[in-house]
């Protein structure tokens, strides 16, 4: 267990629904990260958060949408995705802070597998 | 060009073999450096920080060129729980982490 828990596992969605994946951390980490890994391709950069603060947004598609209530828990909304969408979404965690150390380690999740119809 | 490339491989080398992987990042002003392991179907995980002077935990080796913009990793005495794609890891700072492709090692009895 590395302590960060995503759910659900997996997800099947039709291009017109509206689904949420969700992520927390329990280890007490202030940034959090949202990674989509497609098949044969390098795991992409999303979204950052730290200190509640979005740092980061790596030109994605406004379908994805982003939520982080507080430095434990990570939101992906979804919404009229597209086929090409359907990856592993990984969540992660790291000390992070506003000093944005160079020496961030990463601790990630199982992942949500997405499929989109 | 990507900004972190790797051979992706497969290296398939028998037990207790000597194998090295490379890879090369593009943006000098890149800051830090790692290599995560990730098996087939579960989340990356943190195998070990890259430092310019080098560093050796057990049988693993990390090695970083900053002239030439490489890092790289040796394992020694390969083990068939080695098995794995093994992923660079470059931080560009200010949080963003950019992951290689990563290269699949099998290691065979």
């Known amino acids: 267990e590395t302590g960060v828990t995503q759910t659900p596992r997996h997800l099947v969605m039709g291009m017109t629904n509206k689904k949420s994946l969700k992520c927390e951390q329990h280890?007490?980490?202030?940034?959090m990260y949202w990674y989509k890994q497609s098949a044969k391709k390098p795991l992409e950069l999303m979204f950052v958060?730290?200190?509640?603060?979005?740092?980061e947004n790596n030109s994605v598609p406004s379908r994805f949408s982003p939520e982080c209530p507080n430095s434990s828990h990570l939101f992906l909304h979804l919404h009229t995705l597209q086929p090409e969408d359907s990856a592993l979404y990984l969540c992660a965690s790291s000390q992070g802070d506003r000093a944005f150390s160079t020496n961030e380690k990463l601790f990630f999740g199982s992942g949500t597998q997405l499929s989109v119809l | 060009r990507k900004e972190v490339e790797q051979d992706p491989g497969p290296f398939n080398v028998p037990e207790g073999a000597t194998v090295a992987f490379n890879c090369t990042y593009s943006n000098s002003a890149s800051q830090s450096f790692f290599w995560y392991r990730q098996d087939c179907r579960k989340e990356p995980k943190l195998l070990m920080s890259?430092?310019?002077s080098g560093n050796e935990d057990g049988r693993f080796t990390a090695q970083l060129n900053r002239a030439s913009q490489y890092i790289s990793l040796l394992i020694r005495d390969s083990k068939l729980s080695d098995s794995a794609t093994y992923l660079c890891v470059v931080n560009r700072g200010y949080n963003k982490l950019i992951f290689g492709a990563g290269t699949r090692l099998a290691v065979h009895p």
């Open positions: 280890l007490g980490h202030n940034a």
């Open positions: 890259v430092y310019s």
């Open positions: 958060y730290s200190l509640e603060e979005r740092v």
